[in-house]
């Protein structure tokens, strides 16, 4: 992609619905196959199937013109046998006059490329619409239709292991062992059931819960921590929730209930500091602070990482990671409308991890904490 002195006069998107947020926030339409979004002076519009032309004319956002293929190409002047992307990127910038465009930062290489073979200027932007990070009400209103669906989630889990039996060291439910992949599924599939999808749900037991992203494998023992971190997508909207809960089936060792203890402390302490002009740096040591002053010290060039080595929270919207961030490194204050997590957690291998997470919105005052989801350690 080029870089130029001036300033982009249109904005191109060519991606699917389904898998970019950007296209998903700009248009409004989920699709599986990609489509072409644009934005000139005066007009919005998208380019697509006629497969799907009927559905986005009433799915689009207001102001966005919905064009078929078919259309476009009668409109642009393109002859019959060019139809393919390029010619329909090229059409509209002939028609528009327009050689410089703004994409985002993963506008696909191979049609960048092309399209500056016949001297586009493409300029990838990192933040193509830094406004997503300021949530309205009604995309507040959807994430929390996404929590509601981890906690969904998170519920029937807990309700899998208030069912089970201890035998022999192993939790044993419906006459079987119970698996971090049987409790996964059930999880996936409560959530399947209210109009969500659910996917690399983390159910991950004793030392396995250390790694912050190991989904979970094999048995589930007793009397060791569990997490259980469910981030499922709402079908209807594309937004997401987040929500992580540490139990564990049976009595804890008392490092874990230790451990579980000053997490909550570093949560709640961080979730109290949250509002409109505190830095997410500031949060983030704030609760990075109360653990370390817990004596649960922390090595991030251990191999493996020991300790709370990781960031307290990020950005919740289309994306599950997005803008802003509550972490070491963000020091630009938060702003109202903002939606993070607030995650803290602390992590050795030779125990396992905790790690407790609920959704937040930044308010003038404070927060409005989007998570219900009751904290409950041991589950008999």
């Known amino acids: 992609m080029s870089q130029a002195n001036e300033t982009p006069q249109g904005r191109l998107i060519y991606a699917a619905g389904e898998s970019c947020a950007d296209l998903?926030?700009?248009?409004?339409?989920?699709?599986?196959?990609?489509?072409?979004?644009?934005?000139?002076?005066?007009?919005?519009?998208?380019?697509?199937?006629?497969?799907?032309?009927?559905?986005?004319?009433?799915?689009?956002?207001?102001?966005?013109r919905v064009l078929s293929f078919e259309q476009a190409a009668a409109e642009w002047g393109l002859p019959p046998g060019k139809r393919g992307v390029v010619d329909f990127v090229r059409g509209l910038a002939k028609t528009s006059g327009i050689r410089h465009w703004a994409v985002p930062h993963d506008f696909p290489y191979g049609l960048a490329v092309r399209l500056r073979r016949f001297r586009l200027v493409l300029t990838p932007a990192t933040d193509f619409f830094p406004e997503r990070a300021i949530k309205t009400p009604e995309e507040v209103e959807r994430v929390r239709e996404g929590v509601q669906l981890a906690e969904a989630g998170l519920f029937r889990a807990l309700a899998i292991l208030r069912e089970g039996t201890i035998r022999d060291g192993d939790v044993v439910w419906q006459g079987e062992r119970l698996t971090a992949e049987t409790l996964r599924g059930e999880v996936d599939a409560e959530i399947a059931r209210r109009g969500g999808t659910a996917s690399h749900t983390i159910t991950a037991p004793g030392p396995q819960s250390a790694d912050c992203h190991m989904a979970g494998t094999g048995p589930i023992r007793a009397n060791q921590p569990i997490v259980l971190d469910i981030f499922p997508r709402v079908d209807r909207t594309g937004y997401h929730g987040d929500l992580t809960r540490t139990v564990v089936k049976g009595k804890a060792d008392p490092v874990v209930r230790h451990a579980y203890e000053v997490v909550r402390d570093a949560q709640r302490k961080a979730i109290a500091a949250v509002a409109a002009g505190v830095t997410g740096k500031f949060i983030h040591q704030l609760a990075a602070d109360t653990i370390a002053a817990a004596e649960f010290p922390t090595d991030a060039k251990a191999n493996p990482p020991r300790g709370f080595f990781h960031g307290t929270g990020h950005g919740l919207?289309?994306?599950?990671?997005?803008?802003?961030?509550?972490?070491?490194?963000?020091?630009?204050?938060?702003?109202?409308?903002?939606?993070?997590?607030?995650?803290?957690?602390?992590y050795y291998p030779e125990w396992g991890g905790v790690r407790l997470e609920d959704v937040v919105v930044v308010r003038a005052g404070g927060c409005e904490n989007l998570t219900t989801a009751p904290f409950e350690l041991e589950i008999p």
């Open 317 to 346: 919207g289309l994306e599950v990671h997005e803008a802003p961030r509550v972490s070491p490194g963000y020091d630009l204050p938060l702003v109202p409308g903002h939606v993070v997590t607030i995650e803290p957690g602390v």
């Open 24 to 64: 998903l926030y700009a248009s409004g339409v989920m699709t599986p196959d990609p489509f072409l979004w644009y934005a000139i002076p005066g007009e919005t519009g998208m380019v697509m199937s006629a497969l799907e032309v009927g559905r986005a004319q009433k799915e689009a956002r207001p102001g966005v």
